[in-house]
């Protein structure tokens, strides 16, 4: 039972009014400070939890599993960079691509979203290429693909 009278449910604070007077009492200006995430608990919590804690921006269990399976998965991951279905339609550069692989597989800090959503779009269009398409196997191509990946798409049958 809280000091309002109202009680919370087990595990919940969202029935606690005094909770909820609370909060509603904390100016905007001290909750929402522009470019600072949770400005006022890493504020409050200066000289009680260690500087590197209070100002990294994310949490390293968001990025170290994808990490992991980028160098349990090297070896595959190395070959498939080397004839990338993304690269050939002018969507991603393979060098750069194997370069940020790299990098990550070092634990150097990289845009693990991006490579990891890079990834599953290599990995799609691979699918992709295996099905038939209009009743047969088909491969996807680019004709007069530029460095900067522009080209007309061909789908044409397998030999």
């Known amino acids: 039972m809280s000091s309002s009278g109202a009680s919370a449910v087990a595990g919940t604070t969202d029935l606690d009014r005094g909770l909820f007077e609370f909060m509603y009492a904390i100016p905007r200006e001290q909750l929402v400070r522009p470019g600072q995430r949770r400005s006022l608990m890493r504020r409050a919590l200066v000289g009680i939890v260690p500087d590197e804690?209070?100002?990294?921006?994310?949490?390293?269990?968001?990025?170290?599993?994808?990490?992991?399976?980028?160098?349990?998965?090297?070896?595959?991951?190395?070959n498939m960079t080397k004839e990338m279905v993304s690269g050939s339609l002018g969507i991603v550069e393979p060098e750069r691509?194997?370069?940020?692989?790299?990098?990550?597989?070092?634990?150097?800090?990289?845009?693990?979203?991006?490579?990891?959503?890079?990834?599953?779009?290599?990995?799609?269009?691979?699918?992709?290429?295996?099905?038939?398409?209009?009743?047969?196997?088909?491969?996807?191509?680019?004709?007069?693909?530029?460095?900067?990946?522009s080209g007309k798409v061909l789908m044409e049958p397998l030999s």
Do not use: C, D, H
């Not at 994310?58 to 349990?72: D, H, L, N, S």
């Not at 194997?98 to 699918?127: H, N, Y």
């Open 53 to 78: 804690l209070l100002t990294r921006k994310r949490k390293a269990y968001a990025v170290r599993a994808p990490m992991v399976a980028i160098a349990t998965e090297w070896a595959s991951l190395a």
């Open 97 to 149: 691509f194997s370069a940020a692989l790299q990098k990550a597989q070092e634990g150097k800090e990289v845009a693990m979203v991006i490579l990891t959503r890079t990834l599953g779009i290599e990995v799609w269009l691979r699918e992709v290429r295996s099905y038939k398409v209009y009743g047969a196997n088909t491969t996807i191509g680019v004709q007069g693909a530029s460095s900067r990946g």
